[in-house]
């Protein structure tokens, strides 16, 4: 992509309306758009981020047998009801609305109820199961406190995934495959040293659930952790004596901090089968109530904790498989001078060869083209200067670290 052509532009000081470091950035850099306060929109770079964790988190989920779908956001009152979720006692953050006929309806804040109830038609008999369903879908929560960016918004996308299992048995086996794929995940974008898989309050049919926390002075959460072990403790458990026999960790060997939940696993039960009537048949043909798992990631919040994490003084900072573009090409020229045709060639024959890069092919002094470009983020800096458009030896900078490598520009197009 031209930089020339990309609509938006970059700021350099921090809008004053917000607090969160990941708004402050990605607001300047032009990836994100502020609505109002907790709801924002994805700009093309934005987008491009998010869509790479999307593909990423998407590839995993495919890989645990799950199949995609995408359910409405237009929620039935009635389905609630029956699960005892559509009371604003029972669940405080809904947005309501109506129809004209006067019946009401909800904005998803979550898809335990509608998936269930959809599952009635699907699942039957013991040969149906297991099955695991999931999607990318946008949820709607009316969030009291709405200061952490992009991390916590009013509307978000939410990658959330389904198992309906015959037994706790079976439920137990997918569950622990779909933590693998979470820490897989997290790894895969950059944080896993960082993010710990941590024991929370479970609900009904669990004692526990797991939360993936990433440890971060940004953080909304308490957890103490296990660094040796990998493991942690919620805050909201670390009094309960049982936790620690569970998680296998001494409560004296354990370390506070605050981080940020970027996902979480959640071992249902039949909480929603029983609700809503799902069962199926088992081979004695007895009907059996479905058992079932949720879990969770937050595509917008785990961006932003990106950005929490490996942003330094300059700007954004992407690991490579998040990054909107993997090079930044960055041109000294003038139009229509050997440098710029020089670096016009080489973002030519870069795209032929299937390379994402953005070409900065403006004309601006160099010193605000790099400030712009550590801004960005994008993971190595190509520079084109006079020397290397006459040598073919280009440095390449390293965002993260700030090395130089001088690689030759055969190195550069080969994909
Ligand atoms: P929190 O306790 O932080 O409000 P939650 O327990 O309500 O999170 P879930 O309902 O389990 O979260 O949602 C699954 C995932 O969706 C979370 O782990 C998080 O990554 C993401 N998420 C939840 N709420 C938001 C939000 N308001 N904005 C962005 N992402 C969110
Ligand atoms: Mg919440």
């Known amino acids: 992509m031209r930089q020339s052509r990309l609509f938006t532009k970059t700021r350099r000081e921090a809008p004053s309306d917000e607090v969160a470091k990941n708004a402050q950035l990605l607001v300047r850099a032009g990836y994100i758009h502020k609505e109002m306060a907790g709801v924002y929109d994805y700009l093309p770079l934005g987008l491009r981020a998010l869509n790479n964790i999307i593909a990423l988190i998407r590839e995993e989920m495919n890989a645990l047998g799950g199949e995609e779908v995408f359910l409405s956001t237009l929620q039935d009152s009635e389905i609630w009801k029956k699960s005892g979720r559509w009371d604003d ?3 405080d953050i809904w947005f309501k609305t109506k129809l004209k006929n006067g019946s009401e309806l909800g904005l998803g ?5 509608a998936l269930t109830a959809l599952m009635k038609e699907h699942i039957v008999s013991y040969k149906d199961l297991p099955r695991y369903v999931y999607q990318f879908q946008n ?3 009316n969030e ?3 200061k952490s960016g992009i991390m916590r918004t009013r509307e978000f996308i939410m990658k959330d995934l389904y198992s309906f299992s015959r037994d706790s048995t079976e439920h137990a086996a997918f569950y622990e495959k779909a933590a693998a794929a979470y820490e897989r995940i997290f790894k895969r974008a950059g944080i896993g040293d960082k993010t710990y898989r941590t024991f929370a309050s479970g609900g009904s049919f669990s004692k526990y659930s797991h939360e993936y926390q990433a440890v971060s002075a940004a953080g909304e959460d308490v957890i103490y952790i296990d660094k040796k072990r990998r493991l942690a403790v919620n805050k909201e458990v670390y009094d309960d004596p049982e936790v620690y026999a569970s998680a296998g960790i001494e409560k004296s060997s354990l370390v506070e901090a605050k981080a940020i939940e970027v996902g979480n696993i959640f071992t249902l039960g039949t909480r929603f089968s029983d609700a809503l009537g799902l069962s199926y048949k088992d081979k004695e043909g007895k009907p059996t109530p479905v058992f079932m798992g949720s879990y969770g990631i937050g595509p917008g919040r785990l961006m932003g904790t990106i950005v929490e994490l490996m942003a330094d003084e300059k700007g954004l900072v992407w690991p490579e498989s998040v990054a909107p573009f993997a090079y930044h090409l960055v041109s000294l020229g003038r139009e229509g001078d050997e440098v710029s045709r020089a670096a016009d060639a080489l973002y030519s024959d870069m ?7 953005l070409y900065d092919d403006r004309d601006a002094r160099a010193g605000e083209k790099f400030a712009e470009s550590d801004l960005l983020g994008i993971p190595k800096r190509i520079v084109v200067g006079k020397e290397a458009a006459e040598t073919g030896v280009f440095e390449v900078v390293e965002r993260a670290t700030g090395a130089v490598v001088k690689t030759p520009r055969a190195m550069l197009t080969t994909p």
């Open 351 to 357: 795209r032929k060869a299937g390379i994402e890069v």
């Open 89 to 91: 006692e029972a669940v």
């Open 139 to 141: 949820k709607f929560r």
């Open 109 to 113: 804040n979550t898809h335990e109820e």
């Open 144 to 146: 009291t406190r709405a």
